[in-house]
């Protein structure tokens, strides 16, 4: 962060804000120092990248890299085409189209006499989409790669996303991976995003998939090719159209791009280009009233990080199972009056399995006995996630005295130890990549307070009151993933708990590895391998 950027942030966020934003900015540091004096363990060497040269693929496409290019500096050029020509991965081509008004991209590839470099000059600059496009027409692969004119690839790009076509039965449409940052003036790598595989509910509030992004021709027919009108965010709109259209994308979990930041670049100064989140929200919206999941969607201070107003069209209504009349007297206060929303309260005064059964309203809200709703009308917040038949049940972000997260999402490892995501981060942090700030899904949420579609609970059998927290609450997860239907985080609603709580119960972790000791040994696809499992702290290996 320089004087500038730090300048235009206080003007961007205010003083307090700022404050937070710069205490999240040291811890930011702390984990580029960690990635850089432990690269090795990110990125390839010499004897692997040897032995990956070596294989041959039961299936191995041409892929065409295609770099929409303009004036694009000679250095960062010469270091852009040596990353592709030095892939272990052979079967490429490196399409350029360049919509230049000089010769400099030109005269910098003649330097290069290597077959698989493929140029096109355009007879104007039309834009990236447009000028992207071209490359499109002119690539001859099977698949298309994305690669920004002034970015690298790592050696190893091609042959992991290949080798990821190869690992299922059926090839996917898409693939995409984790990515850095390299800095223009010193090469020094920082900010790795290690990504969750396709999360749905994230990708609609932030384009977390970004680079590196790879597809298939089949794909590209279908939907079709970028669109002008999204400039800017044209490949989040891209990727918004193609999982609309059912394309399946699946994701490598290792660094193979590097993002070059400069001062004034999209990466390191987001309003240097405010108009292409403008666009990042148009696209949301398209693709909202495309899969007829209708909301609006704003600009938040985080640019690039978008919250959704999901709309409530029909007639709701909600059961309420609580402790005590004191505990619902909290919650009503919480929450307004709505002609079309019907909530029933009810005091459980048996088992709450039994009361479960007995519950007639589509939807059921489950709350513990210190569970008390802080976010105004949060009934409706709750609903305007799990209103979509594809979601099973929807969390909230718990909060102890101190404002700092209980439990955020839950996390596990292949032992059955369970913890929470961003457990004692201050409330008001934003988390690592804005995982603690952005509605997604995730494979638990704590059961302290939660929404069901009150069919899909009842489904999967309810809840197994056997095991205690945090195992009855994966177990209940666990059963609505695998009934096919998602869990969400709805980091929105803020739920305060008079205690804190304890994850360490050795009888149910146990009992529960027992149950689920097949679906342990698979990663959390919400999570990421490159990430320490057993305290969801996102922490690098």
């Known amino acids: 962060m320089n004087l500038k950027n730090g300048i235009d942030l206080f003007k961007q966020y205010g003083l307090h804000d700022f404050t937070l934003r710069f205490m999240e900015w040291f811890d930011t540091k702390k984990r580029d120092r960690y990635y850089q004096n432990n690269i090795e363990k990110f990125l390839p060497g010499e004897d692997e990248l040897n032995e990956q040269r070596k294989v041959k693929f039961e299936y191995a496409p041409l892929v065409s890299i295609v770099v929409p290019a303009y004036e694009t500096a000679p250095v960062f050029l010469r270091q852009l085409v040596d990353s592709v020509l030095e892939q272990t991965y052979s079967n490429l081509e490196l399409c350029i189209a360049d ?16 077959e698989r470099i493929s140029y096109i000059k355009l007879s104007k600059n039309d834009g990236i989409s447009n000028n ?3 490359g499109f027409d002119n690539a001859k692969g099977e698949y298309i790669a994305l690669l920004d004119h002034d970015d690298l690839l790592t050696p190893n790009a091609l042959y992991e996303m290949v080798k990821e076509l190869n690992a299922h039965d059926k ?28 999360n749905e509910e994230f990708l ?21 090719g970028l669109n002008q009108e999204f400039d800017g965010a044209q490949d989040f709109e891209f990727v918004l159209r193609c999982n609309g259209a059912g394309a399946d994308i699946k994701h490598v979990p290792k660094i193979l791009y590097h993002w070059r930041i ?26 909202l009233t495309e ?14 990080f978008y919250k959704i107003d999901y709309d409530l069209k029909g007639d709701y209504s909600v059961t309420v199972l609580a402790n005590d009349e004191k505990q619902i007297n909290e919650m009503k206060k919480k929450q307004r009056e709505m002609s079309n929303l019907h909530i029933e309260y009810k005091v459980v005064k048996g088992q709450l399995s039994k009361e479960m059964e007995a519950v007639k309203t589509e939807y059921v809200v489950v709350a513990d006995n ?67 700030d952005g509605p ?98 996102f922490m690098f290996k």
């Open 99 to 114: 919509g230049s008004n000089t010769t400099i991209v030109k005269d910098t590839l003649n330097e290069y006499k290597d």
């Open 132 to 134: 992207t496009n071209e």
């Open 171 to 198: 090839i996917p449409d898409m693939v995409y991976s984790d990515e850095d940052k390299i800095v223009a003036d010193t090469g020094k790598l920082i900010n790795p995003a290690f990504k969750p595989d396709l």
């Open 204 to 224: 609609r509030h932030t384009n977390y998939i970004c680079h590196f992004l790879m597809f298939s021709r089949e794909l590209l027919d279908k939907v079709g």
């Open 262 to 287: 400069h001062p004034d670049s999209t990466a390191a100064n987001p309003n240097s280009k405010l108009y292409a989140f403008e666009n990042g929200n148009k696209a949301i919206k398209k693709y």
């Open 291 to 304: 899969i007829g999941e209708d909301g609006t969607p704003a600009l938040t201070k985080d640019l690039g």
């Open 370 to 436: 210190d569970a008390i709703p802080m976010t105004d009308n949060w009934v409706e917040e709750l609903l305007k996630y799990c209103q979509w038949k594809h979601v099973g049940i929807t969390g909230v972000k718990c909060l102890n005295k101190n404002k700092k997260i209980e439990s955020c999402g839950l996390n596990y490892d292949s032992n059955a130890t369970a913890s929470s995501l961003f457990y004692h981060l201050p409330s008001i942090f934003r988390g690592y990549c804005h995982r603690a």
């Open 440 to 537: 997604q899904n995730v494979m638990g949420v704590s059961l302290k307070l939660v929404m069901f579609r009150t069919n899909v609970i009842k489904e999967v059998g309810g809840i197994n009151e056997k095991f205690s927290f945090p195992y009855r609450d994966l177990d209940v997860c666990f059963k609505i993933d695998e009934a096919g239907y998602d869990v969400i985080l709805n980091t929105d609603v803020h739920v305060k708990l008079a205690d804190n709580l304890n994850y360490n119960d050795e009888k149910s972790q146990k009992e529960f590895k027992k149950v689920w000791e097949d679906k342990l040994k698979k990663e959390n696809k919400y999570y990421n391998a490159n990430l320490v499992q057993s305290n969801g702290k």
